[in-house]
């Protein structure tokens, strides 16, 4: 069975830095694209950033396009989302998915970690 196990969240303030990671175990890690989904209270899950397999290529929803930048290191079956200058609609409890379908556009993940929550202060 495939674990996903999601870490990284934090408070911190508007402008500041943090880095989410996704310690992938119990599958091949090369067999799926991966990426980050949020979500926001009272709101809808929402797509942030998906990683292809070999991370060959990578794609951001419009909103972090520029701030965020997902990767992945296949030695470590882990992935990482680097968040730069945070805003408050940032704050979200942040979810990894693993998808061994390679459709970054479309992604629908088959596996999910658990989240971590991310707080960003004004």
């Known amino acids: 069975q495939v674990q996903l196990v999601d870490s990284g969240g934090g408070l911190v303030q508007a402008g500041d830095s943090l880095r989410l990671s996704c310690a992938v175990s119990g599958g091949s890690f090369g067999n799926f694209a991966m990426a980050w989904f949020r979500q926001a209270p009272g709101k809808e899950r929402e797509f942030v950033a998906a990683?292809?397999?070999?991370?060959?290529?990578?794609y951001y929803a419009d909103s972090v396009k520029g701030r965020f930048a997902i990767s992945r290191d296949t030695a470590k079956n882990m992935v990482y989302l680097q968040m730069n200058s945070l805003k408050p609609e940032d704050t979200a409890l942040y979810y990894c998915?693993?998808?061994?379908?390679?459709?970054?556009?479309?992604?629908?993940?088959?596996?999910w970690g658990q989240g971590t929550q991310v707080t960003v202060s004004s």
């Open positions: 998915g693993a998808d061994p379908a390679n459709n970054l556009v479309r992604f629908s993940p088959k596996y």
């Open positions: 990683i292809s397999r070999r991370a060959f290529s990578t």
